[in-house]
């Protein structure tokens, strides 16, 4: 099926580790985001990315690195990882004002 | 800033019912609006997309109106069913990529049987 594929699904790490969650879509979208979901808070924004080679920050970047190569992967990478970043990533491709998400990484950092 | 605030949080409600689930947003500058719904555990499903020159959309059983104007939005929901138990979310749009979603909180509905 067409869509914005996430991987892991499930990820624990211990405080100051590195890892990148992977987000892949086949939509051809050029716009594609990353956003942090935690209770009381809402979905947040922390990157995006208006086209390969181009990434800007959102509301909450701190922490959190992206590059985006291709047209189809926008990985978003976490250097040291810290208690305060555990929560559910979703990343998103938008075309025409529509987004379409990813099932999402639900992260813990311990 | 802009801000997006729904009520109510949860709503509960029998089988049958209509329902309405209410949006507003602090800026009137939006480029369009999306209703998502997202069940437990889950991502995000777009249920209807407004842009912000039209006044509605509608899918099946839903109903959504956009009066920018005044920061408002609603989805109607017509003779609800248990299947329809989900948060319901809504977003600004506030870039013309579509790249930078301003979600509210959601609502949580439950439908009983």
């Known amino acids: 099926n067409a869509g914005v594929t996430q991987t892991p699904k499930f990820q624990v790490l211990k405080t100051g580790q590195s890892m990148t969650l992977q987000c892949a879509q086949d939509?051809?979208?050029?716009?594609m985001s990353w956003y942090r979901q935690d209770p009381g808070m809402g979905l947040r924004l922390i990157h995006y990315?208006?086209?390969?080679?181009?990434?800007d920050q959102g509301e909450v970047p701190n922490g959190y690195n992206v590059s985006r190569s291709t047209t189809e992967d926008f990985p978003l990478r976490l250097l040291s990882a810290a208690p305060s970043q555990t929560s559910v990533y979703f990343c998103?491709?938008?075309?025409?004002?529509?987004?379409?998400f990813g099932s999402g990484t639900r992260l813990t950092v311990v | 800033k802009q801000e997006v605030t729904q009520i109510p949080a949860a709503l509960s409600v029998p089988e049958g019912e209509n329902l309405v689930l209410n949006c507003s947003f602090t800026?009137?500058?939006?480029?369009?609006l999306q209703w998502f719904r997202q069940d437990p555990g889950k991502g995000l499903t777009s249920l209807l997309l407004?842009?912000?020159?039209?006044r509605e959309q509608t899918s099946g059983r839903l109903n959504a109106s956009l009066d920018k104007s005044s920061g408002r939005s609603t989805l109607y929901i017509a003779a609800s069913q248990p299947g329809d138990s989900a948060t319901y979310l809504c977003?600004?749009?506030?870039?013309?990529?579509?790249?930078?979603?301003?979600f509210g909180k959601g609502t949580t509905l439950s439908v009983s049987s």
């Open positions: 998103a491709s938008s075309s025409r004002g529509s987004s379409t």
């Open positions: 939509m051809n979208h050029e716009y």
């Open positions: 990315s208006v086209g390969a080679g181009i990434t």
């Open positions: 800026d009137s500058a939006i480029y369009n």
């Open positions: 407004i842009q912000s020159s039209q």
């Open positions: 977003a600004v749009t506030v870039n013309q990529a579509g790249t930078a979603l301003i």
